[in-house]
């Protein structure tokens, strides 16, 4: 039996657990601001770990440095706290954000700087701002939930009860562990229901709801979280941790901290998100733990998730346990009978020296050679032909794209972005040309595959859904500093584990004040700090690039990328949309791959744009083969196959017809 990673399926809206309940006891962790990126509008002023001591030493705040915060006695409480131990304020060293383990208040470092003002001037520090009404609306519902639920452990039919268990592979599970992680089953849905209590135990927050679908020897599994995702940041099994623990595993699901805290007796958490994030909201909570070891899956994508991981919890402290076919997720391990124990001692330190021997990198060589289809990365789903050309989008590439002006470029990356997120890769989109407010309807029409303005009664299904993605925007617009855009996608980075950034275009980058410098010395210098962005941070950057002035009536080719060859150069992948007719299929546009440095496959393939949807995702009945070229600079064949002709002639036809809309496609 095998567990693979599940598959993530959120629904619409916590509306649609229906009813409601009367519900008392709320408790929610409260906050100064909703979290948002830096606006050129109106930035929040950066603060370094520098600053932040400088400001405690001249207030007369002790403090002492942790491996990711600066522990501070909390001034949110009444009682004193001298022993450095007991400090339950934590200010993040990256950013500057606070939060009070022992009130939950949490806000960023001028709401810290206003509060110690208030408190030095004599002024009691007021409450702060509640939550929201859907914050309170998804409390509402998480305790009508969670009192409808029956502890695992007290169902009266022991049939039912070894069902349920079977259905979750927790078969072995004792009831035990179920009852001291408070595990409760919803019968009314077959699905396992984990509680988010505060760190002391005393108040429900939320909850998530697990179910599995069993398909042949494969369970997915399938989560609903309340509150959304976005607010969902459980710990599951914190209450459980004794200020005495030093050492942690953290696990990727709830089902696999069960089995593990059954079998060794080690304090283990899972994370809220598995391997999509790691909050930073979350980082005060593991302060304490001198080892923590991140134990989360058996693939690849959950080994690069651990490496990422293990940068915001300080290298030094952490180790991996590395996927292998020893080595699976902790819960198909224990099935299996392996021995839990030797597999954590087994874990790979995370910091390494600047200098490693091949000895070091041996296991991890092999495993890129047995995983081949891992390492290729996440595949389209839409575009099935550039997974046979580019084998799936990696992480800590460049990928350079262009194409005439007006053909669709902005559209086109739109929809290829999407069908990336929607595959749970986090993305954040830098639209310099157009606003978000536009940018998000174009995604939002592409994700709902129709135009929701002649169907409005479905707009909150689907922008409930949309909302579910991992997608951020940068909110600058118009000619930015590249400094000021790098700073922020590091942010973006630390905060939200961004693996895809999308910047549209490059030439936003090279504002007014560059014009009495070399313009192409410059570009230069941006493709270098793009190029060592993604490397540096495991990212994969996709920068839009316009191309050179040249005769409409030639094909672009790599060299008519705008500047230098430096962006090709550096580039891990070159993309062209050419705006002509491909005389070897339909479509009057198409898509070449002229650089692909994983593998070297370059080719060329038609798009068939669509206005309802705003897609050029290929139709399913849509026989148009790919065609694969040896070099970029050849130009296609001048005359169709006589056979294809006629059928090529027909298809080019609705397709221009299709494009003659002024509103279909965002000219860029």
């Known amino acids: 039996m095998s567990f693979p990673i599940r598959s993530l399926r959120i629904f619409s809206s916590?509306?649609?657990?229906?009813?409601?309940?009367?519900?008392?006891?709320?408790?929610?962790?409260?906050?100064?601001?909703?979290?948002?990126?830096?606006?050129?509008?109106?930035?929040?002023?950066?603060?370094?770990?520098?600053?932040?001591?400088?400001?405690?030493k001249a207030k007369g705040i002790s403090f002492h440095d942790g491996y990711s915060c600066l522990h501070v006695p909390s001034i949110f409480v009444e009682e004193k706290q001298e022993v450095r131990h007991s400090y339950s304020l934590f200010i993040d060293k990256t950013t500057g954000r606070f939060v009070c383990t022992a009130s939950l208040v949490e806000g960023n470092w001028q709401d810290f700087q206003a509060s110690v003002e208030l408190r030095h001037t004599g002024i009691a520090v007021g409450d702060l701002q509640e939550t929201d009404a859907q914050r309170n609306q998804a409390d509402e519902d998480a305790r009508h939930i969670w009192e409808r639920a029956v502890p695992l452990w007290?169902?009266?039919?022991?049939?039912?009860?070894?069902?349920?268990?079977?259905?979750?592979?927790?078969?072995?599970?004792?009831?035990?562990?179920?009852?001291?992680?408070?595990?409760?089953?919803?019968?009314?849905?077959?699905?396992?229901?984990?509680?988010?209590?505060?760190p002391r135990g005393t108040s429900l927050k939320g909850l998530k709801l697990l179910k599995a679908e069993r398909q042949g020897e494969t369970i997915h599994y399938v989560e609903n979280?309340?509150?959304?995702?976005?607010?969902?940041?459980?710990?599951?099994?914190?209450?459980?941790?004794?200020r005495r623990d030093t050492e942690l595993v953290l696990t990727g699901r709830e089902v696999d901290t069960l089995v593990l805290h059954q079998v060794?007796?080690?304090?283990?958490?899972?994370?809220?998100?598995?391997?999509?994030c790691l909050p930073p909201a979350l980082l005060p909570y593991l302060e304490q733990f001198k080892r923590i070891t991140l134990w989360l899956g058996e693939d690849l994508r959950s080994w690069e998730a651990a490496k990422l991981f293990a940068r915001k919890l300080n290298p030094k402290r952490c180790s991996l346990v590395q996927p292998s076919d020893q080595q699976l997720r902790p819960l198909e391990a224990f099935t299996r009978g392996m021995n839990l124990p030797k597999v954590l001692r087994s874990a790979l330190p995370a910091g390494h020296k600047s200098i490693i021997s091949f000895r070091q990198l041996r296991e991890e060589v092999f495993g890129e050679l047995v995983?081949?289809?891992?390492?290729?990365?996440?595949?389209?789903?839409?575009?099935?032909?550039?997974?046979?050309?580019?084998?799936?989008?990696?992480?800590?590439?460049?990928?350079?794209f262009t194409g005439p002006t007006g053909s669709g470029k902005t559209t086109f990356i739109s929809e290829y972005a999407l069908d990336l997120c929607v595959q749970g890769v986090n993305t954040l989109w830098g639209s310099f040309e157009i606003n978000n407010v536009r940018l998000a309807k174009i995604m939002l029409t592409q994700f709902a595959m129709g135009r929701l303005e002649e169907q409005l009664e479905k707009f909150d299904e689907w922008a409930d859904k949309f909302e579910d993605l991992p997608l951020y925007f940068l909110t600058f617009h118009g000619h930015q500093n590249i400094k000021t855009v790098i700073d922020t996608m590091l942010h973006a980075v630390y905060m939200y584990d961004i693996s895809h950034v999308i910047i549209d275009n490059l030439q936003f980058m090279m504002g007014q004040e560059q014009l009495t410098v070399d313009r192409l010395a410059v570009q230069d210098y941006i493709v270098g700090a793009f190029r060592k962005f993604a490397t540096d941070n495991s990212c994969h950057v996709t920068l839009v690039i316009h191309p050179r002035k040249e005769d409409e009536e030639r094909e672009l080719q790599t060299a008519s990328i705008s500047g230098t060859a430096k962006a090709s150069q550096e580039a891990d992948n070159v993309l062209i949309l050419q705006d002509r007719k491909l005389v070897t299929g339909p479509g009057k546009r198409y898509l070449q791959i002229s650089k692909?440095?994983?593998?070297?496959?370059?080719?060329?393939?038609?798009?068939?744009?669509?206005?309802?949807?705003?897609?050029?995702?290929?139709p399913v009945k849509n026989k148009a083969k790919l065609k694969k070229v040896v070099n970029d600079d050849e130009a296609p064949p001048k005359k169709a196959p006589a056979a294809a002709g006629g059928a090529a002639k027909k298809q080019r036809s609705r397709l221009s017809n299709t494009e003659a809309s002024p509103d279909g496609v965002i000219k860029s």
């Not at 995983?371 to 990696?394: D, I, S, T």
């Open 14 to 56: 916590h509306r649609s657990f229906g009813g409601r309940g009367l519900l008392t006891g709320r408790c929610s962790c409260r906050h100064y601001k909703k979290e948002t990126l830096p606006s050129p509008e109106g930035p929040i002023p950066p603060v370094s770990v520098t600053e932040i001591r400088q400001y405690l």
């Open 264 to 276: 060794t007796g080690l304090p283990t958490l899972a994370l809220p998100r598995g391997i999509s």
């Open 154 to 198: 007290e169902l009266l039919d022991e049939q039912e009860t070894q069902e349920a268990k079977a259905m979750f592979g927790i078969s072995n599970v004792s009831d035990v562990t179920l009852k001291r992680f408070g595990v409760r089953y919803l019968r009314t849905v077959q699905a396992l229901v984990f509680p988010w209590f505060t």
């Open 225 to 242: 979280t309340l509150p959304r995702p976005s607010d969902y940041h459980n710990l599951f099994g914190l209450p459980l941790i004794s």
């Open 596 to 618: 692909n440095r994983f593998d070297g496959n370059v080719g060329i393939f038609p798009l068939e744009f669509n206005k309802t949807s705003l897609t050029f995702s290929t």
């Open 371 to 400: 995983n081949v289809e891992q390492v290729a990365g996440v595949k389209w789903a839409r575009f099935p032909e550039l997974n046979k050309l580019l084998k799936g989008h990696r992480k800590g590439e460049l990928t350079v």
